[in-house]
């Protein structure tokens, strides 16, 4: 009997201790006209996100009033959507008070659930936040579904800011000029290399790093891909993961791997590998970009440009023995720019340009990323960077390196270039 179920599980949440929580950047407020869905990967701190904001609440509310529910506890394995009023049954009777918020953890693993939480916004008796490792709670048409009373929030691993408050390291636009810019430095490159998951961050000791990383890894292919998406051949999904370990901020070619393919005896067509590759970006493996266009049918032909969610598995789980510095800066950037809620794209004509950035429907910036400019580069950063801003129209432009800073005057206008660690800690916008 699931009540039971819902009491026991009702009982433990209101018995418990909330954990200590670190602050993160993001503040979102509440309240009963708009759905909040915090949406990111798994392990990237949603679930403690949440907890910050109810120990806010409990400063005015008593804990009762509150619902908290994580729907991967194993006792709810098979719920089904008819059975789900029983959690609100089971609460009144174990507490006789009213729900005034709800929180629902990881709820993509009701496959009912936008149906549900509808039904539950139209009573407009209740607060509701919703967590999930699925980017589909932040598809539009589940907005649509929810008439627009919804909103998503993505929240990734830490950002360098967040990184260095763990750390206790305190940034100041000073520090660049004291001996303490080695120990930024120091930081930065332990960010660049293994990333902000915070349970990652704990830990001093690489095979562990490695252990938990994996862990991860392995709760992705199984839980999100193979059982989300009923995938019969788990063999093809993970040779793509193992495959996009190493392309890491590169092109995938839907032709190259389907060639990779056959040549270990696997026919697979192009559109199940771009359905594969979709799945992974569903689930937060990826960030897959397209190339800028002005025509749809140009964006969907030409090949994506894949970057993966945190740096920690490239730089601990790929066949690179030492991993390519610039591709994991031009990672770290776009990470950010997801984190900053820009439309990204990646320029390539002529010449190329790493990013293209959208905001409010109007093109704002282009952006270059190289680990260091020299005399062997200069030439073909700049030139690339500036037939994107010709040829787009735009303003502004940015090269990002590791630690060099100068400004280059050019025929449309100055170049600004910064390093990315500066650029992460003290650029809140593009524009």
């Not at 001093?204 to 392995?218: Q, V």
């Not at 292919?221 to 040779?239: A, P, S």
């Not at 559109?271 to 749809?296: D, Q």
């Not at 704002?364 to 037939?387: I, P, S």
């Amino acid at each position: 009997m699931k009540r039971e179920v819902f009491k026991r599980i009702i009982s433990e949440w209101l018995e418990r201790d909330l954990p200590k929580v670190l602050a993160r950047e993001i503040k979102f407020n509440i309240n009963t006209h708009t759905i909040t869905a915090i949406v990111g990967p798994r392990r990237a701190g949603k679930t403690y996100l949440v907890f910050s904001k109810i120990k806010e609440l409990l400063e005015h509310n008593e804990k009762e009033e509150i619902l908290f529910i994580d729907f991967e506890d194993n006792r709810l394995i098979g719920v089904a959507n008819e059975e789900l009023d029983d959690i609100f049954t089971a609460h009144k009777e174990l507490t006789d008070r009213d729900i005034k918020y709800i929180f629902f953890d990881e709820i993509q693993e009701i496959e009912t659930w936008s149906k549900f939480v509808r039904r539950l916004y139209n009573l407009q008796k209740y607060t509701i936040v919703l967590t999930g490792s699925s980017s589909k709670l932040m598809a539009k048409e589940i907005a649509t579904e929810l008439r627009g009373r919804y909103k998503s929030i993505l929240l990734l691993p830490f950002s360098f800011r967040e990184y260095l408050k763990y750390k206790g390291f305190v940034y100041k636009k000073t520090t660049q000029y004291t001996e303490e810019k080695g120990k930024l430095m120091r930081f930065f490159d332990e960010y660049l290399f293994y990333g902000g998951y915070p349970e990652a961050i704990k830990l001093g000791n690489l095979d562990e790093k490695k252990e938990l990383i994996n862990s991860y890894y392995e709760t992705i292919y199984y839980k999100d891909i193979i059982e989300r998406y009923g995938i019969r051949n788990k063999e093809i999904i993970g040779i793509m993961m193992n495959y996009l370990l190493d392309i890491n901020a590169s092109l995938f070619s839907l032709t190259s791997f389907e060639k990779l393919m056959k040549s270990r005896g696997i026919s697979i067509s192009k559109k199940t590998i771009s359905l594969y590759l979709k799945y992974l970006g569903e689930s937060f493996f990826v960030f897959a970009i397209e190339k800028f266009s002005y025509s749809p049918k140009v964006r969907i032909l030409n090949p994506k440009k894949v970057y993966l969610i945190d740096n920690i598995f490239h730089t601990l789980l790929s066949t690179s023995l030492t991993p390519d510095k610039g591709k994991l800066l031009e990672s770290l950037v776009l990470q950010d720019l997801k984190r900053r809620n820009y439309d990204v794209y990646y320029f390539r004509e002529k010449k190329e340009c790493d990013f293209i950035l959208k905001k409010d429907r109007r093109l704002v910036a282009a952006l270059q990323v190289v680990y260091k400019l020299d005399n062997k580069n200069r030439v073909r950063e700049l030139g690339g960077l500036k037939e994107a801003m010709s040829k787009l129209k735009i303003d502004k432009g940015i090269i990002l390196t590791y630690d060099q800073e100068e400004d280059i005057k050019t025929n449309l206008g100055v170049i600004e270039v910064i390093p990315v660690w500066k650029w992460l800690l003290e650029t809140s916008n593009i524009f």
